[in-house]
Structure formats: structure tokens, C-alpha cells
């Protein structure tokens, strides 16, 4: 059984950083592909990055590209969000998502297993 497990949220000024990370459990950690989505109060779940198994390969949303950097770590069976730069419309609940096969988290833009979520606020 998959789970994953977020940490590192929390409360931040407009302009500051924050880093997520998320360890997953359940099966071989670098096998398998990793994204970040988020979801902000009365909006859809939205697609934020994603992470290839051994880590060549990264994409991002518009919206974050050069403030967000996805990476990981498989020594340590962790992913992470460094999160800089942050605005107020990157408050969210984030999640952390693991999925099967890179086309579903890095175009279809969808996770197979899924984190609780972390509040991330980021006041102006």
C-alpha cells in the first residue's frame, strides 16, 4: 500500500521561502514518477510539478516556473518543493503525488496515490 506523507508548511511573508517534502512508502521509491499539486479556497485541484524516478526530467506550471523547484532525493525516498519568492495567491493546501507512469503526472496532469495535504499561507 502506497502512502505519502508532506511536511514543511506553514505560515510565510509575500517574498519568502518555504520547502515542502514528501516521503513516500510502499514501493520503490526512484521507480516511480512525483508531482507537487495544490489546491487554494473555492478552486479546482491544480497541477504544480512534476519529477521523473531518477530525477532527469522535470516540468512545472506556468505560474511557478523559476520561483519553484521540484527535486529529490532517492537515498533518502524523499521529494521535494523549495518554494521561493512566494506571492499570496500561492496559498493552498499542497499535495504531494506519486504516480505509475510519467504521462499521467507530467501531461495528464494526474496523481494515482496522494498525500493529506499542507497548508501553505502566505500572507501580503
Known amino acids: 500500500q502506497v502512502q505519502l506523507v508532506e511536511s514543511g508548511g506553514g505560515l510565510v511573508q509575500a517574498g519568502g521561502s518555504l520547502r515542502l517534502a514528501c516521503a513516500p512508502s510502499g514501493r520503490t521509491f526512484s521507480h516511480y514518477p512525483m508531482g507537487w499539486f495544490r489546491q487554494a479556497p473555492r478552486k479546482e485541484r491544480e497541477f504544480v510539478a512534476a519529477i521523473r524516478g531518477h530525477g532527469d526530467n522535470t516540468v512545472y506550471t506556468e505560474s511557478v516556473r523559476g520561483r519553484f523547484t521540484i527535486s529529490r532525493d532517492n537515498a533518502k525516498n524523499t521529494v521535494y518543493l523549495q518554494m521561493n519568492s512566494l506571492k499570496p495567491e500561492d496559498t493552498a493546501v499542497y499535495y504531494c503525488?506519486?504516480?505509475?507512469?510519467?504521462?499521467?503526472?507530467?501531461?495528464?496532469?494526474?496523481?494515482?496515490?496522494w498525500g493529506q495535504g499542507t497548508q501553505v499561507t502566505v500572507s501580503s
Open positions: 503525488a506519486e504516480s505509475n507512469q510519467w504521462i499521467t503526472i507530467a501531461t495528464l496532469r494526474r496523481g494515482d496515490y
